[in-house]
């Protein structure tokens, strides 16, 4: 059996962190698709489980809820009768320490009242204490935060409010967002700090997600092909993110600042690449022994 030497998958996987799609790094690497595609799966799945392992028993005062749009094979509107029940719309929904900017837990699937239940008891399983929980407007998560967490947890709603597009806009606002109208504010559950009911650091993270993940960024071709796939993408983007990437307003990695892990970054911010002599041509990048566990 072919095993694609370390150098060249430490190469694959930093260009797919980076915002590349399957066909750029395929481009840039010289390695085959389909190899950059089951080496996507194996490492996503080892992500997802150290993710799993290791985001347990934490603490955070804040935490913020957010889901963010990609779809799957075709767009929602555009699907056939025999396109299998995960094309169309998919939602990442997002856990977010807006303190340590560590993201506690992640789930791709539809958005959907069994989705956010899902979600929200993973998020429970992962946090001890009593937090403040910051959402949207979408109404599924008010039930689901009041069975999850009972009267654990202090809960508010920051909903905006949008004009209608009264007018043909052209250029890049063709594809901007209408103008905030309103926004307002409401505690639901507990007694949320008012002036800490927020959810704008989730949704800058999902800025982030769409630079740095190809299968979320808008017009472009990059959209997924399979749920499973999706699923690896999201997990490898949040390990990186949560493990890797050293934040530039906190100066450490979020699972640093959080405690998850408590070595120092290094100084440089350097990516370090294993050389050809010093590794074996044959060793796995990964080799994790660890539930396959796709949620997050």
Request: glycine share 8%; charged share 25%; aromatic share 8%.
């Amino acid at each position: 059996m072919n095993i694609l030497p370390l150098h060249h998958q430490v190469r694959v996987i930093s260009a797919l962190v980076d915002g590349s799609s399957i066909r750029a790094a395929h481009r840039t690497t010289s390695v085959a698709r389909e190899t950059i595609s089951s080496l996507l799966l194996k490492v996503g799945k080892g992500c997802a489980g150290l993710h799993d392992q290791l985001m347990r028993g934490l603490t955070p005062s804040l935490l913020e809820f957010d889901e963010i749009w990609c779809f799957i094979g075709t767009k929602e509107g555009n699907r056939g009768k025999e396109d299998p029940e995960y094309f169309g719309d998919a939602y990442t929904f997002i856990a977010l320490d807006p303190v340590s900017k560590l993201v506690v837990s992640y789930l791709t699937d539809k958005r959907t009242s069994r989705a956010t239940h899902e979600f929200v008891k993973d998020v429970r399983a992962r946090v001890d204490g009593v937090p403040q929980i910051s959402t949207d407007g979408f109404k599924p998560y008010l039930n689901a935060i009041k069975e999850a967490f009972w009267s654990r947890v202090h809960y508010g709603v920051s909903m905006k409010s949008y004009g209608p597009e009264t007018d043909k806009r052209e250029g890049e606002a063709k594809y901007s967002p209408n103008r905030i109208t309103s926004h307002t504010k409401e505690p639901k559950q507990g007694n949320p700090d008012w002036d800490k009911i927020n959810t704008s650091y989730v949704e800058r993270q999902n800025l982030t997600l769409r630079m740095f993940n190809r299968r979320f960024t808008r017009l472009t071709n990059g959209w997924s092909r399979s749920q499973e796939h999706l699923r690896a993408a999201v997990a490898l983007h949040f390990a990186h993110y949560n493990f890797c990437w050293v934040h530039s307003t906190i100066r450490v990695t979020p699972a640093m600042e959080a405690g998850v892990t408590g070595s120092e970054p290094e100084p440089t911010g350097e990516r370090s690449t294993p050389s050809d002599s010093s590794t074996s041509p044959s060793t796995p990048l990964v080799n994790f022994d660890l539930p396959e566990k796709m949620g997050g």
